[in-house]
């Protein structure tokens, strides 16, 4: 069943009160799953007092007892698995199989927080003379704003939210529209935890007037925000008239470098797996392939025989190995981005068009000899298109995947070691996988540099980046 939906402050489910409502489109077949609430200004404010008054309360909670907390949010998270995952696919349109591995490493990275919540150590500076010491305390960073985007709608808040309570901070959690059943589950089972009122509150509206109140506050400290490059600057620029504290992963354009010592078909198979998952609408996605022109035909063939392999369909179907995108926006970029490669001279191995029927499912695409100016190369297309170029150089093909201010993730496939190790080095870019997709684990850091944002979220540094540091000189 789907979840009923509503804005959750202070404690409070609320709904109705002739709050502005949207309807929430499932994009498998078009139909309507519910209406949405919108957070009224007084709604905002509501949270805003509720992170307000509650932010000393839940600063002076233990680390243990904080680590209990969510400890019991993660057990509650997996017992409500396949309830979760459910919603993830009816809003969303991902597989199940998808839905419940994310909410699986939802649950892990909650628990991970937890753990963390308990070891967020500070550290004793020698002093010059001996009487005296000095200390470095690490301190919640205050009240936090959390926006998350809907391609996944349970990871990528768990992080925040988990992060900044076991931190000690009381959270507003700005979800997204698309997908507010997957955000309203996830605060029920915070709730059910233990989160004491006030300390988590959800709200949804329309993005931009939204944040603007959210941020404008004088009583939030911090913003985490995952979403487009734009919005994130401009939530960055708006952070700055308070000095408030960020968190930025603004999404990126993946490059593939394939080497000549690459076993092509490995590559090409373990490659298209990490392409098409949920569609292609992830932001570490491998998204431009640079193949070396020695291996560019055995590797093309097996992508393309990989790509036809694939069973598009309703989420909910277990024959399904391809779901939907998201709504009709993205099957409308897509067929922009594939006009513009055509127009520029690629071709089209397979795929290239919408599906026919209800929903907004477009076929799995694969070009080939896409030149570098095209669209897909330069925007990022989040979605399932692969663009297949060769290269011949080393330096030439660092080059081109240096060539554009993204730098989030990367990946190279080689069987040198020197040439894997010269080429992690060169990518400019937060996290390079080589020889696999192994990026994005809970205890991992996740982020990149240049604009594909500022920070990182997971692993030890997800905490930190909820903290502040305190120096204490005693004599």
Known sequence: MYPNLALFLDGEWVSG????????????????LGELPHASDADVDRALDAVARTANAWRDVSAYERAKILRRAAGLIRERRDAIAFAVTLEEGKTLGESRAEVDAAADIIEWSAEEARRSYGRVIPG???????????????????FSPWNFPVTTPSR??????????????????????SA??????????????????????????????????????????TGSV??????????????????????????????????????????????????????????????????????TDAFVQATRELRIGNGLDPETTMGPVANSRRVAAMERFVSD?????????????????????????????????????????FGPLAPLTPF?????????????????????????????????AALRCGMVALNSLALGLTETPFGGVRDSGYGQEGGTEGLEAYTTKKFVSLM
């Open 392 to 424: 011949s150089d080393f330096d030439d093909v660092i080059r081109r995947a240096n060539s554009l201010p993204f730098g989030l993730a990367s990946y190279v496939f080689t069987r040198s070691t020197e040439t894997a190790l010269a080429a992690s």
């Open 160 to 181: 925040k939210i988990s992060s900044a309570l076991a931190a000690g901070c009381p959270v507003i959690f700005k979800a997204a529209e698309e997908t507010p059943g």
């Open 128 to 146: 010059r003379v001996p009487e005296v010491r000095q200390l470095v305390i690490q301190e919640p960073v205050g009240p936090v704003a959390a």
């Open 17 to 32: 009160g002739g709050r502005d409502i949207q309807p929430v489109i499932n994009p498998a077949n078009g139909e309507s």
């Open 230 to 299: 734009a919005v994130g600057k401009l939530l960055t620029r708006l952070a700055a008239d308070d000095m408030k504290r960020v968190t930025m992963e603004l999404g990126g354009h993946s490059p593939v470098l394939v080497f000549a010592d690459a076993d092509p078909v490995h590559a090409a198979r373990t490659l298209a797996v990490g392409k098409y998952r949920n569609a292609g609408q992830v932001c570490i996605a491998p998204t431009r392939f640079y193949v070396h022109e020695s291996i560019e035909k055995p590797f």
């Open 184 to 225: 309203v589950e996830l605060v029920r089972a915070f709730h059910d935890a233990g989160v004491p009122a006030g300390t988590l509150n959800l709200v949804f509206g329309v993005p931009s007037h939204i944040s603007e109140r959210i941020i404008g506050s004088p009583i939030i400290r911090k913003i985490s925000f």
């Open 341 to 381: 490669a055509r127009e520029r001279g690629a071709q089209i191995l397979t795929g290239g068009r919408r599906d026919g029927g209800a929903g907004c499912f477009f076929l799995p695409t694969v070009l080939r000899s896409t030149p570098d100016d095209s669209m897909v190369m330069t925007q990022e297309p």
